[in-house]
């Protein structure tokens, strides 16, 4: 039996999210139904983490068992004939069975896309939030400082969301003005529903001059939710990237071949 990692990306506007749902259409069960006609035999994906309605990936990562010989390259390439063209098999890689694809992780990094326009963008519609007026970039820095590190984010998480403990750890909060967009890119080691969309929303409401840097920490330290932004449309968000332990990523890179002559 094989252990298999697949490297997915999608967009998810006309998906229920991944996680697979009876009588709903998911990233799971399109991606299951298209592994099976190739390999010819059930397959369960074990996902690095859900992601939800109408959120994109560029990066997410499933594991499975098969007792196929097929190559990983002959797997890509065989599933990506079977998808539609909003999801794609980008890469695939053989992995020792003690890989996880959501218990090996070490950290995930999610990153949020807005353009600034008084007018829509219909190229941008499905990828994108929008809003109207410029932020003060400087300012929701000054406010992602107080989310950098452990903290109870309590007042992160959307009513529906159930985890066991609300502590989590944010290494790193990157924000960046690119021409008429502004991108938001959050690091950490795992994230409550909705955590990352409703971070942004916070720091969007810091830049719009609503309420003032300070009242993140005030926010973090009342667990109180109302003290933030809204949380912001599932659109702008991608699942960009997943760091592994570091035993196990000498599996996930590509074969580098030999040059000759």
Request: proline content about 4%; glycine content about 6%.
């Amino acid at each position: 039996m094989r252990r298999l990692v697949i490297v997915v990306e999608y967009l998810g506007k006309n998906y229920q999210g991944w996680q697979a749902q009876q009588h709903k259409n998911t990233i799971c069960d399109v991606l299951t139904e298209a592994m099976q006609k190739v390999l010819c035999h059930d397959v369960m994906l074990f996902v690095s983490g859900r992601t939800d309605l109408g959120v994109n990936a560029l990066r997410q990562y499933a594991h499975f068992d098969t007792d196929s010989t097929i190559s990983t390259m002959g797997l890509c390439m065989g599933v990506n004939t079977k998808l539609p063209p909003d999801i794609s098999v980008k890469e695939c890689y053989e992995v020792p069975s003690n890989f996880d694809a959501r218990f090996s992780v070490e950290a995930k990094t999610y990153l949020y896309k807005i353009y600034i326009s008084p007018t829509p963008s219909p190229m941008r519609h499905f990828t994108h939030a929008q809003l109207y007026f410029p932020l003060d970039i400087d300012k929701m820095k000054q406010a992602s400082q107080y989310i950098i590190g452990e903290h109870d984010f309590k007042a992160f998480m959307a009513r529906g969301g159930h985890a066991k403990t609300t502590v989590r750890t944010v290494y790193d909060i990157d924000i960046k003005q690119v021409d008429d967009e502004v991108h938001f890119e959050v690091t950490g080691n795992g994230f409550l529903y909705n955590m990352v969309r409703i971070i942004v929303g916070t720091l969007v409401k810091v830049g719009q001059g609503k309420i003032p840097p300070q009242q993140v920490k005030e926010m973090i330290e009342q667990k109180r939710r109302a003290l933030g932004g809204k949380t912001m449309e599932p659109q702008g968000l991608y699942l960009k990237s997943v760091k592994y332990q570091q035993k196990f990523l000498q599996y996930l890179q590509p074969v580098k071949k030999d040059k000759k002559g």
